[in-house]
């Protein structure tokens, strides 16, 4: 099985929010990088969002959502 990256992020606890989300919608997720982020934050990467390439359009749907909800305007 593919695992592939849906979104990314700067802020961890932006991105565990979307992990779980993801997760009580029934979607195995991980969240990836996110050691290494904190360790060094500035040009370390991007922590990352990852799922298994067969959940991605019903995850996609629910970020969609989330993205609307916790937009950073």
């Keep these: 099985m593919k695992i592939i990256t849906v979104k990314q992020f700067s802020n961890e606890i932006k991105a565990r929010l979307y992990h779980h989300a993801l997760e009580e919608a029934g979607i195995n997720s991980i969240v990836s990088n996110a050691i290494s982020s904190s360790l060094f934050?500035?040009?370390a990467g991007t922590i990352c969002l990852q799922i298994l390439k067969k959940d991605?359009?019903?995850?996609k749907k629910i970020i969609k959502k989330l993205d609307k909800t916790y937009s950073e305007d």
């Design 41 to 43: 934050p500035i040009g």
């Design 56 to 59: 991605k359009d019903k995850a």
